[in-house]
């Protein structure tokens, strides 16, 4: 207990000198006891290796990492295509589909440069945030771009290194230019001075922006590849979506949803005022969350509570091969109007003897 009122404590000095200001939980529905479950499950991919428009596109490798937002009625999924090798050669995609199950690929939104090596700082995209910015009266995207290894320094020439966010933003204005195009604004985080001890070598990696009050607050990944140690998540705040965005100090950061793994967290939030996380983790066909606890001394935006793992895939309808990383990232948790969440995730699948990450989905509702 004295422990987390030292925190408690660290959290509101740190917020007062930056303008955040600590809130009680009041008028905010806690729900108690509430847990998420799988109440139904897709069975198989909604998007595999013989969709039409995958193999219109030559998508070798398939899905991983993105996010997926609701726009009048229409699921729009922003998602990385692993076109060649995977985690590899990538480009960033958009998907439409009315119901979540029936897609269709619009178009390529952000695109690598080819040749991977230590010196091209773009030979991986990974896009990893949407959100619309009511300033600017456009959508951004928020993406990763990384370098590989420098095996005369002793790097892991396969590796990922220097994450750096990018930042692009929709030609068209208003919420109906989400198809884009997207030009780059900015480059809105990167290893720098104030890169702190526990980011690692590959940091800064992903970045999901979400806005609570007047702030916004972002998770953002990093971790050593030697030597190989865990993969936390930090937070970094901003009074807008566009920035300056400033890293939470290290009394806050890492934030303790887990133990040893988790990535790319997607943010949404509840009707009842709370925020979920959805994220990759740790466990065969499964996927982690987290709920922002608005306990008795909250913070907005960072009390976070420990990650809850479920099963998405069960039965008769385990498509993915097992293994902590073979069911990957989560890209969204759609409140519904029926009070369910749609969960569209990625997932490794063996294909003759290959390698391909599908596209599933399952339905998630309260205990």
Request: proline share 6%.
């Amino acid at each position: 207990m004295k422990i987390q009122l030292f925190i408690s404590k660290c959290i509101t000095v740190f917020l007062l000198s930056t303008g955040i200001t600590p809130v009680l939980a009041q008028g905010i529905s806690t729900q108690k006891g509430e847990k998420l479950k799988v109440i139904s499950e897709h069975q198989g991919p909604v998007i595999g290796p013989n969709h039409p428009d995958v193999k219109a596109s030559n998508n070798k490798g398939g899905f991983e990492t993105g996010q997926l937002v609701k726009h009048k009625g229409v699921y729009h999924m922003f998602v990385n295509e692993m076109f060649i090798r995977p985690h590899r050669d990538l480009r960033c995609a958009h998907w439409t589909s009315t119901d979540a199950v029936n897609w269709e690929r619009q178009s390529t939104v952000v695109k690598a440069i080819p040749g991977r090596s230590h010196t091209n700082l773009r030979s991986e995209v990974w896009l990893t945030g949407v959100e619309y910015n009511e300033v600017e009266e456009a959508w951004n995207i928020f993406y990763v771009a990384y370098r590989a290894g420098d095996a005369s320094k002793g790097e892991l020439d396969y590796a990922d290194y220097e994450g750096r966010i990018f930042r692009a933003r929709s030609v068209v204005a208003g919420p109906d230019g989400i198809a884009g195009p997207y030009l780059d604004v900015d480059i809105i985080m990167q290893p720098d001075e104030n890169t702190q001890e526990w980011e690692g070598d590959q940091a800064v990696a992903s970045f999901n922006p979400y806005k609570v009050g007047n702030k916004w607050y972002a998770f953002y990944c990093g971790h050593y590849h030697i030597p190989r140690g865990p993969w936390p998540v930090g937070l970094a705040v901003a009074d807008k979506l566009s920035g300056p965005w400033v890293r939470m100090p290290e009394s806050i950061n890492p934030i303790p949803i887990v133990e040893e793994f988790i990535e790319n967290p997607v943010v949404s939030k509840l009707d009842d005022g709370r925020y979920l996380a959805i994220f990759d983790s740790y466990g065969d066909q499964e996927v982690g969350y987290s709920i922002l606890d608005d306990g008795v001394n909250w913070v907005p935006g960072i009390n976070w509570a420990p990650e809850t793992r479920l099963k998405v895939q069960s039965g008769d309808n385990i498509w993915a091969e097992d293994g902590d990383h073979h069911t990957r990232t989560p890209l969204c948790a759609i409140q519904e109007d029926d009070g369910t969440f749609t969960v569209i995730y990625t997932a490794m699948m063996l294909v003759d003897g290959k390698r391909f990450y599908a596209i599933g989905k399952c339905t998630l509702g309260w205990e």
